[in-house]
């Protein structure tokens, strides 16, 4: 709500008081450094970004990555931002898999959508 009102000091200084009792909080990470960038503190972004490490944080989910993946791609570090694609297409080719194992009793009933099935997760990958 600060940044929005022009206001990002307060909001960073807020982010930075929560860090200080959080500070492996994945998620503030990444606000903070969506806020930095929206107000035009792009080093400081950097920073932010910096601190969730140098590969793709496993505890985000699938929301979290997608907003990281589009940070890096407005902060200009395109081989984080394809690694974090990269693992959100891993993230979906897995949970297809999950999904066609756990509704393979009901179509195996069926051949054809069963086939269905199968030529629609060939085409996903």
């Not at 601190?51 to 902060?75: K, N, Y």
């Amino acid at each position: 709500i600060y940044t929005a009102q022009g206001h990002f000091d307060q909001a960073a200084a807020l982010m930075n008081a929560y860090l200080q009792y959080r500070p492996h909080d994945l998620t503030v990470e990444l606000t903070f450094a969506q806020l930095a960038w929206q107000a035009g503190e792009k080093s400081l972004a950097m920073d932010h970004v910096q601190r969730l490490g140098a590969g793709v944080p496993s505890d985000m989910d699938d929301h979290d990555l997608q907003q990281l993946a589009a940070l890096h791609e407005a902060l200009e570090n395109e081989q984080s931002a394809i690694a974090v694609r990269l693992e959100l297409e891993r993230r979906r080719q897995q949970q297809t898999e999950q999904l066609t194992a756990a509704l393979a009793p009901y179509v195996a009933q069926d051949p054809a959508l069963m086939a269905r099935l199968e030529v629609e997760a060939a085409l996903s990958e």
